[in-house]
């Protein structure tokens, strides 16, 4: 019987997990309470809201027997919700300066499946709640208006003229009035409000201008649970009303807040829709104290220990009875259940390997809160870091440090609505490097202080000390900077997702802005570094340059000595060769000589005359030999005559001059052969 109670609870688990996520209400009591009226039919309790919440589908009831036939006589509250049904429909937009009617009061009815049917898609509806000064005015639009005609209704409903009129408070900070609602992505009830820096403030906005500041204020709620013997420290912005924070209280201490009994509020805060701001608690610090009701009798009939006993939770709408009433305890509606449904630690102890520790916490992870999650960066601390803020400026990324605590009472439901949440897993994805580790066992919270003082100092380390087990999770966002790295926000489980992405959002803004300076200071550490690698590059092509200039040079002047050494070389040959056949030469004879003498007259190329006598039995080659000997040598130069033209150079050498024709005078000239 045991086992077959622990399947059914697991099974209302996940029913309860699917139809949040098929129909957006987060609130989890407000969503058992509907899944309890169809008797946990899932199709049939979606079917009973989405006409509601997006008109696709419409039910109709022959009456209200029917419905008694199959679920009992209705309720008081349903018959209410029935009748205001029959009233007619809501309208599509409309403003009023009162409270919007709590959505808990919504009639939900179960839908036979014979009377059910499809009808045209309707137009998702949009709430906002506006505030200005003193007052508050509620809208509601279709999500295909724009953010102009808010401000029309909104001209209507304060008379404001729109163009001095500054619409706040949207999640992507300042939007046009031309801009879609539906391109906004927002969420099904929203609060903004309105500035006017043009119109001056008149006397009866003194006060409102304080009211302004004290919802902007944040008070810290120190919570005695008295059963637990417990305190919790809350910060809570003033404009937090009484029933929220006592929903988060039913979060963290499983006292549903119909059940809870507080002391310490103050006589003037009579209404749980009532703000912090203006309930009159202390501030900055307010003590309080909550336990459960001992029985419903004790709460109708208070005795007289009770007097001083502020705001009993009413029985409305949203607020949820026991869950044990409902077939389901309190650990599951709030996502923990019992240690034997938890087969094994988040990160085993004492793992020797940081990356291995992280592959088994990411499996881990996944296989309690599904495979829509951060994506954890799989390696150690410093690995992580280097990742996030040692690349280039352009590619550095935040760092966020989940930390995870199995004994804590938030963490299932911070894994599971927080840190699974769409627009979280985006956004981290998108801004961040995810970095996370579980302190659960005491080897592995030491393991980390030990980390964190390496990397971070010890003040990061010493505030992760402080913090309490039911403080936790913890999400520590980190940036890098020049000299160290910064922790720029830690944030504890007891937040909501709206308030975790404003958080997230306000850190990336910091981020961005030094971010920006980082880049311009990479941009221009770059571009002196290029002028200086440009600077070097034209330094050593000028070296170059010179150096083959130089060495051309040095070739040069080499190769003129050396045609010069040659030069010379070749001249010193040449005379000596000159003076040695003017030495073999035979001596000149005289004019009274008997024998036959030749007389040659040798004209040069430069018009100078060389003239010799020859015995006309002397061979051509003494005459040749001659010519040589004034530096005419044969091999450059032929002995022309005048008339009849003729080479004698051709002719043998051996030939005397008798026989060349040369006797007894002739006058000859030199030609360079070509």
Partial sequence: ?????????MDREMILADFQACTG????????????????????AINGVIPQENGILQSDF??????????????????????????????????????PPSSSTSAFCPISPSTRHIVERQPRMINFRVEYRQRSVELVLEESSKVGEIKAILQTELGIPVSKMHLKGWKSGDVSDSTVLRSLHLPKNNSLYVLTPDIAPTASTSKNSALQDSLNQNFLLVISHREAQRDYSLNFPGSKTIQEVKRNISDLTNIPVRHQQWEGWPA?????SMTLALSGISYPCHHLSVCRRSSPANAQEPTEECTDVHMISDSEGDDFEDASEFGVDDSEMFGMSSTSCRKSPMMPENSENEADALLYFTAEFSSRYGETHPMFYVGSLEAASQEAFYGKARDRKLLAIYLHNDDSVL?????SQMMCADSIVSYLSQNFITWAWDVTKEANKARLLTMCTRHFGSVVTQTIRTYKTDQFPLLLIVMGKRTSNEVLNVIQGNTTVDELMMRLMGAMEIFTAQQQEDIKDEDEREAREMVKREQDEAYRLSLEADRKKREAQEREEAEQVRLQQMKKEQEEEKEAIRLSLEQALPPEPGEESGEQISKLRIRTPSGEFLERRFLGSCKLQVLFDFVASKGFPFEEFKILTTFPRRNITQLDPGSTLLEAKLFPQETLFLEAKE
Avoid: K
């Fill in 1 to 9: 019987m045991a086992s077959e109670s622990g399947d059914s609870n």
């Fill in 411 to 415: 963490s299932n439901v911070f894994c």
């Fill in 25 to 44: 209400i987060d609130n989890i009591a407000e969503a058992i309470t509907l899944l309890e009226l169809n008797n946990w039919d899932l199709v049939a």
């Fill in 268 to 272: 003037s805060a009579s209404d749980d």
């Fill in 62 to 99: 022959t009456s209200e027997a029917s419905q008694a036939t199959m679920y009992g006589p209705p309720s008081h509250s349903e018959a209410a919700d029935a009748a205001a049904r029959s009233a007619g429909p809501p309208p599509s937009s409309s403003s009023s300066s009162s409270s």
